[in-house]
């Protein structure tokens, strides 16, 4: 069993739009009543609860004029953000506001209430949505999402459950395949020595960007040209983000039908944000690509492997394994392995070596906790390929993975062959 929402644009007549709004402003205004009220709650007592919204309605009458569980899930949303608060996963819930906050609302479906009919999308107080349905919606509607953006443009994401994942049954390759997040130019380094041909859409953008902020700042507060202006800055960024999701979905997709095993490493993005990569980390949406590489792999019967995140990738050298401690420093770009002289890109490196651990894990994970056919002891060394390298002296053997996929490993250098 698995959800997966789809989105389409819908285009509401105008007394739906209205209704729309007012139901996002709605949501907004009892999530912030909500929160409020807690902060006095625990001012007051040193706890708090969040409440049902049924008691802001006698107050504000309005609020019934919109649908109800809309306004449920902005409770439900306040209590999500509360207990991510309470396990020290987020910071303190904030105001949602006007300007700022995701322009939403959710509805669930309740006694087929939400459903298509005749080419159009039937919702809760709306009825019947034109709505431009580009691909087939499968499985069972759970709950639906509209939201409107920047731009003014309105789409609805609904949720299903599908009673069994979609798999497309694809050849093996015998390839495998690591892939290495980069800071340095491109957005990510395969393996296999190819580059990702990315196309840095908001770096080319920065230009244009910066003439029409330019343009923007010259003219008058709430002048037409103002409001001219600002759709089309907004329009421009959604232009970017579009180009930027296709290309994702694309090369997401190319990768999951290629090869059979994709290794990517477990960095924290948010760390990595904070260390001041933030622009490359959130304008090119690495953490976007790897979760469509996973989804993508799992439909495909690929093995998705995300290696540990204390695995030394870009320290172990790829060739003889010999950690090098000068590889701490971020800014050592390209340098050669002390012990068998190699040189090494550090990021074409890394790469290799999550190869090279996605390849041992799926193999281990297969033999666990039997030893392997080499004498490795694979209870000590599953997922921890430096026990692996120091384990050393053992002859060439052949393992074959959980998907058949047959790995010549060579100890103590570990040459790994797919083949
Ligand atoms: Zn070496």
Request: hydrophobic share 30%.
């Amino acid at each position: 069993m698995g959800f997966r929402a789809y989105k389409y644009r819908i285009y509401p007549t105008t007394q739906q739009l209205e209704l729309i709004d007012k139901t996002i402003g709605s949501s907004r205004f009892v999530y912030n009543m909500l929160l409020s009220d807690c902060k006095k709650q625990y001012e007051e007592t040193g706890h708090s609860v969040v409440k049902s919204p049924a008691y802001l309605k006698t107050e504000y009458e309005w609020l019934k004029e919109v649908d109800s569980l809309a306004l449920c899930n902005a409770q439900m949303n306040l209590k999500t953000a509360y207990n991510k608060f309470f396990k020290k996963e987020t910071n303190f819930p904030v105001f949602h506001s006007k300007k700022n906050s995701r322009q939403s609302y959710t509805t669930n479906n309740v006694n087929n209430s939400i459903r298509i009919e005749n080419g159009k999308l039937k919702l809760p107080k709306l009825g019947l949505v034109k709505t431009v349905f580009h691909r087939y919606c499968y499985g069972k509607i759970k709950s639906a999402t509209i939201s409107k953006t920047k731009s003014g443009k309105y789409y609805v994401s609904i949720l299903t459950e599908q009673s069994r994942p979609k798999i497309i049954e694809s050849e093996m390759t015998g390839k495998t395949l690591g892939v290495d997040m980069s800071f340095h130019g491109d957005f990510a380094v395969y393996s296999d020595g190819k580059i990702t041909n990315f196309p840095n859409y908001y770096l080319k953008a920065q230009r244009e960007l910066a003439r029409l902020n330019r343009k923007f700042a010259r003219t008058k507060p709430d002048s037409k040209n103002h409001y001219k202006l600002k759709l089309r800055i907004a329009r421009y960024y959604e232009k970017l983000s579009n180009q930027l999701k296709d290309w994702h979905e694309k090369e997401s997709l190319r990768i999951a039908k290629e090869f059979d095993v994709i290794t990517f490493e477990d960095i924290n993005l948010k760390i990595m944000a904070q260390m001041g990569h933030g622009k490359k980390v959130f304008n090119n949406g690495f953490g976007r690509f790897r979760g469509l590489v996973e989804r993508k792999s799992n439909e495909h019967l690929r093995e998705f492997i995300k290696a540990n995140k204390w695995f030394p990738s870009s320290q172990i050298c790829n060739v003889c394994g010999f950690r090098n401690p000068i590889t701490k420093n971020l800014q050592v770009l390209n340098y050669d392995c002390p012990k068998c002289g190699t040189r090494h890109n550090r990021d074409i490196n890394a790469s290799k070596n999550l190869r090279l651990y996605g390849e041992i894990v799926s193999v281990t994970e297969v033999l666990t906790p039997k030893k392997s056919a080499c004498g490795w002891d694979c209870k000590t060394c599953k997922k921890e390929f430096c026990s692996l390298i120091q384990a050393g002296s053992c002859e060439t053997s052949k393992i074959v993975t959980s998907n058949n996929l047959v790995i010549q490993v060579t100890s103590p250098c570990l040459q790994v062959e797919g083949s």
